[in-house]
């Protein structure tokens, strides 16, 4: 929307409802255009769910929750809430270029992290295992099967011979089948743990694979290990982070809306006017008004819930009825990185069927005398039941689940920091959750002004959880406003 040259919007009063991405980045480009923008924040901090936490960092969770006091140490820190970027959410990337916020990788896909699957049964039950090591006897067994069907000409009816030659030797090379076109192991599953290759007289011995009965039997066919090196599009290679935390992104935002935005300042009414909307918040045990000729309401839908309100019966019912993801983290400070020094893990993901769902590993501090990793992500109703838990018992849960997949737990622990999203006051979920039915009832009153009231935030868009939804919601909102006012100037 802001080409720097149409001033159109100069004078024109916007008040803005949060000083999350969404609410920031509607400040942000409404100013290149000339308005005149208030943002109003109940936190003492902006970001809103994109949220890094470290030493010093407090959050009480609602209604009388848990009160914590991060004590992490220097330099260390894990990411709340947004954690990664995809490489083609470009409108997120494009913004990090404009803002001046310096990237890293995140790795998200290591073949060295491990599935752990609780119940299963057979020789592998209740053992952890390297992703590479499921993952590439699956191939080869997978590929063994197929070559076999082809070689005996049951499978070849589309094929030509030629084509099933071909096929045949693209399987060997996917699974690493041998000459006789069988599974028997291959060096992409790694080496016997005292025989790497090495100086002199050591070509390494590889491993073993397991048996196909086996593998089938341990658990990890359930869906929550579909994801095994063939990672859904938004978490492909290549992620990114900036680099210190996520919240380096608010913080620049932050920074182009110097004495914009007003802090520790809860809304509590949000009133149509004549010309406009007229809001109500609390400053310092005082209600204050503020009035303007537009509204950018870009708070999460969970806190419109109990807002005194203008607003028309749709907008009320979309707040009421559109879920929202309950999902919770924690962040565990071990005093030895001993998932590098011991397992070589760099980065990634360990996936389990355990209430921990995921161990994520850290992707920046390489090689520190420390670390924080976050021992569970989880979702729906393992977050709940998490999320109910006191303080001291989500760190134990994390700590005796963890200890199955990285038995160093209890020796290298030093502190934690847990959430939950859904009881976090000033946000109260995730993010939206739509299926068919809900978006097709509720989010179209989203997308229009309830008068001279906009939508921001990403449970306005088909980019829902993520960054990049926050942003191009705010984008809309600016050109629908933008828009508005140059059919009426
Ligand atoms: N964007 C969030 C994340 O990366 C939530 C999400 C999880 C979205 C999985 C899609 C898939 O964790």
């Not at 041998?178 to 025989?195: E, I, M, V």
């Amino acid at each position: 929307p802001a080409n720097g040259q149409n001033k159109d919007g100069k004078g024109r009063k916007v008040i803005i409802l949060g000083a999350g991405l969404a609410g920031m980045t509607a400040a942000y480009e409404l100013g290149k255009l000339g308005y005149d923008c208030t943002v109003l924040e109940a936190r003492a901090r902006s970001g809103g769910r994109v949220w890094t936490v470290r030493g010093g960092t407090q959050e009480s969770e609602m209604n009388g929750g848990p009160a914590q006091t991060c004590t992490f140490a220097n330099g260390l820190y894990f990411n709340g809430g947004a954690a990664r970027i995809p490489h083609h959410h470009q409108i997120t990337l494009q913004y990090c270029r404009e803002l001046g916020v310096p990237l890293e990788i995140f790795n998200g896909a290591n073949e060295s992290a491990y599935l752990y699957n609780d119940g299963g049964t057979g020789d592998l039950a209740n053992r952890r295992m390297r992703i590479s090591d499921y993952h590439n006897d699956m191939r080869g067994y997978t590929s063994e099967l197929l070559a076999k069907a082809l070689d005996q000409s049951s499978l070849d009816q589309q094929l030509t011979k030629e084509d099933v030659e071909k096929l045949i030797d693209f399987l060997k090379n996917e699974g690493d089948l041998n000459t006789a076109h069988l599974y028997k192991g291959t060096n992409r599953r790694g080496y016997k743990s005292k025989s790497d290759p090495g100086a002199g007289n050591a070509p390494g011995t590889i491993t073993d694979p397991y048996g196909l009965t086996d593998l089938l039997r341990s658990g990890f066919m359930q869906p929550v290990f579909y994801n095994v090196g063939d990672y859904a599009y938004e978490q492909q290679t290549t992620l990114l982070q900036p680099v210190g935390g996520m919240d380096a992104i608010p913080k620049a935002l932050e920074k182009k809306l110097a004495g914009k935005i007003i802090f520790s300042a809860p809304v509590t009414e949000l009133r149509k006017t004549e010309n406009g909307v007229r809001v109500v918040y609390q400053k310092a045990g005082k209600s204050v008004e503020v009035t303007g000729e537009f509204c950018v309401c870009a708070l999460p839908l969970p806190m419109l819930k109990n807002l005194e309100s203008d607003l028309s019966g749709t907008v009320k019912r979309a707040a009421d009825f559109i879920p929202y993801m309950k999902t919770g983290k924690i962040g565990l400070q071990f005093k030895r990185r001993f998932w590098e020094e011991d397992d070589g893990i760099y980065g990634g993901i360990s996936r389990t069927n355990m209430d921990i769902n995921q161990i994520w590993y850290p992707s920046f501090g390489l090689q520190g005398p420390k670390g924080v990793l976050i021992g569970y992500y989880n979702f729906y109703s393992r977050a709940e039941a998490v999320g109910a838990m006191t303080i001291p018992e989500r760190e134990k849960m994390a700590m005796t689940q963890g200890a199955k997949i990285h038995p160093q737990y209890p020796a290298e622990f030093e502190n934690s920091f847990s959430l939950a999203w859904h009881r976090i006051p000033f946000s109260g979920g995730g993010w939206a959750v739509y299926d068919d039915a809900i978006r097709k009832k509720y989010y179209p009153s989203l997308l229009e002004p309830d008068d001279n009231i906009y939508f921001a935030g990403e449970h306005t868009t088909y980019l829902t959880a993520w960054m990049a939804g926050a942003f191009t919601s705010a984008r809309r909102t600016v050109e629908s406003i933008h828009a508005r006012v140059g059919e009426y100037t």
